[in-house]
């Protein structure tokens, strides 16, 4: 396994892992009744290959095979422009789903990278590819002089949690995202 920034010919499977981590649930929250997930899969897609989205592959590191399939894979960006960078998510619900999220509160804050998504394909879990991301993830931030990094973790994710607070993650407060009670966890660099 070999751990490298995500190219746009990777976007699908990336989009796939992302609705992965937000689960479905909060994915047909996004869509509302009328679309469907696939639709969902198609939107987050075209936001992956852009440049200029949270999601996008430029924000993406991505943990290979030894065949070059992508196994796993961890979004992170400077949590400042989160307001920003979710702006195209905004505009495409919008069009797409006719469903307004201007008004979303931001997961991130200043001072601190953000890990937007870590995910790891069901068939690759337990072999310490979640960890190697972060640990890559952390890497990143590091170079780019961030602080600290800070996550927000389902509290109905208990493993997720524990693989966090392993890592050296430390509990900062709760808040709530998506309409799910999540902890925002910081790791102090």
């Known amino acids: 396994m070999k751990i490298a920034k995500a190219k746009p010919s990777q976007a699908r499977v990336i989009a796939k892992l992302i609705m992965e981590a937000m689960n479905y649930d909060c994915c047909r929250y996004f869509t509302g009744n009328d679309h469907t997930l696939e639709e969902f899969e198609d939107m987050m897609t075209y936001l992956v290959g852009r440049t200029d989205t949270q999601y996008s592959y430029e924000n993406t590191l991505v943990a290979l095979s030894d065949d070059d399939k992508v196994i796993g894979i961890c979004v992170s960006y400077d949590g400042a422009d989160m307001l920003r960078l979710r702006k195209p998510f905004e505009e495409e619900a919008l069009r797409r789903f006719d469903r307004d999220f201007s008004t ?14 870590l995910c790891v394909d069901s068939n690759y879990r337990h072999q310490g590819i979640a960890s190697t991301l972060i640990i890559a993830s952390i890497g990143k931030a590091i170079t780019l002089g961030f602080p600290a990094v800070g996550l927000l973790v389902d509290m109905g994710n208990p493993n997720a949690e524990r693989l966090y607070v392993n890592t050296g993650f430390m509990f900062v407060n709760e808040t709530s995202w998506g309409g799910h009670e999540m902890r925002h966890l910081q790791y102090k660099l």
């Open 104 to 117: 979303m509160q931001p997961e991130s804050e200043a001072g601190e990278m953000y890990f937007d998504t």
